[in-house]
C-alpha cells in the first residue's frame, strides 16, 4: 500500500537554529499539509499546500515557517530559528483529490529543540 | 472556529467488550468526521469515516455514529481485541474555499484493551 515517508524520523537542534523536515507524499496525490503534536495534545493543522502555493494556514504557521515542493516528489517544512516551544512530532499528510478528504498521514518526525 | 471535544481520554476494558468514543463539535457547518488511530510511534491512521448526510457507518468490528442535531459522533468498537490498544482521534472538517484537509482534532482517547 502506498505511504507517505518522512524523513528524518528524530531531530535534534539548538535553539535558534534552522532546520528542514522533509516528507514525500504519495505519488499521485495533489494536496499536501503538515500537522504538529505537542506530547499529549491534540493534533494541529499548520499548513495546506497545493498548486505550489500555500492554500491555507493556521495561527501557528507564522514567519518562521515555510513550505516548499523543491521538485515532483518532495515537500518540505522550514522553521527558520527554531524556539524550544516547536518541539514536538510533525506529520506530513496528503489527499489524492479536492472532494475526497481521506488524509494519509506519515509516521512523523519528532523535533527536539534544546 | 470549529472545536471537537473528545472524551474519555482514557478508556480501559477487557478482551472482547466493547468500547465507545464520543465526541462533540462546534460548527454546524462541519460535514466531515474521520476516526483516526494512532499507535506507538505512528501517524494516525484513518480507520473510519462519516459524512454529514448518514447517520451511521459500519465496517466489521468498529462502527460510526452521528447526530448532526445534537452536533456529536461517537465510535464503538465490539469484540475488542488487544490489538486495539492505541490512541483514537476523532476530528471535524469545516469544508469551505480551501478548507479542504484542515481536520480540527479532540484531543485523543487511550484505549487499552485487556487480555
Known amino acids: 500500500e502506498p505511504e507517505v515517508t518522512q524523513t528524518p524520523s528524530h531531530q535534534v537542534t539548538q535553539m535558534g537554529q534552522e532546520v528542514i523536515l522533509r516528507c514525500v507524499p504519495i505519488s499521485n496525490h495533489l494536496y499536501f499539509y503538515w500537522y504538529r503534536q505537542i506530547l499529549g495534545q491534540k493534533v494541529e493543522f499548520l499548513v495546506s499546500f497545493y498548486n505550489n502555493e500555500i492554500s491555507e494556514k493556521s495561527e501557528i504557521f507564522d514567519d518562521q515557517f515555510s513550505v516548499e515542493r523543491p521538485d515532483g516528489s518532495n515537500f518540505t517544512l522550514k522553521i527558520r530559528s527554531t524556539k524550544l516551544e516547536d518541539s514536538a512530532m510533525y506529520f506530513c499528510a496528503s489527499i489524492k483529490t479536492w472532494g475526497n478528504e481521506k488524509l494519509f498521514f506519515g509516521s512523523g518526525t519528532q523535533l527536539s529543540v534544546l | 472556529g470549529e472545536n471537537v471535544e473528545q472524551h474519555p481520554s482514557t478508556l480501559s476494558v477487557q478482551e472482547g467488550d466493547s468500547a465507545v468514543i464520543k465526541c462533540t463539535y462546534s460548527d454546524s457547518a462541519s460535514n466531515y468526521f474521520p476516526w483516526y488511530k494512532q499507535e506507538l510511534g505512528k501517524g494516525p491512521q484513518l480507520i473510519i469515516d462519516?459524512?454529514?448526510?448518514?447517520g451511521e457507518k459500519k465496517d466489521q468490528r468498529i462502527a460510526v455514529t452521528l447526530n448532526k442535531t445534537a452536533k456529536h459522533f461517537s465510535l464503538h468498537i465490539t469484540e475488542t481485541q488487544p490489538e486495539d490498544s492505541a490512541v483514537y482521534f476523532c476530528?471535524?472538517?469545516?469544508?469551505?474555499?480551501?478548507?479542504?484537509?484542515?481536520?480540527?482534532f479532540g484531543k485523543g482517547t487511550k484505549l487499552s484493551v485487556k487480555p
Open positions: 476530528a471535524a472538517s469545516v469544508n469551505y474555499g480551501g478548507s479542504q484537509g484542515n481536520l480540527i
Open positions: 462519516i459524512r454529514s448526510n448518514v
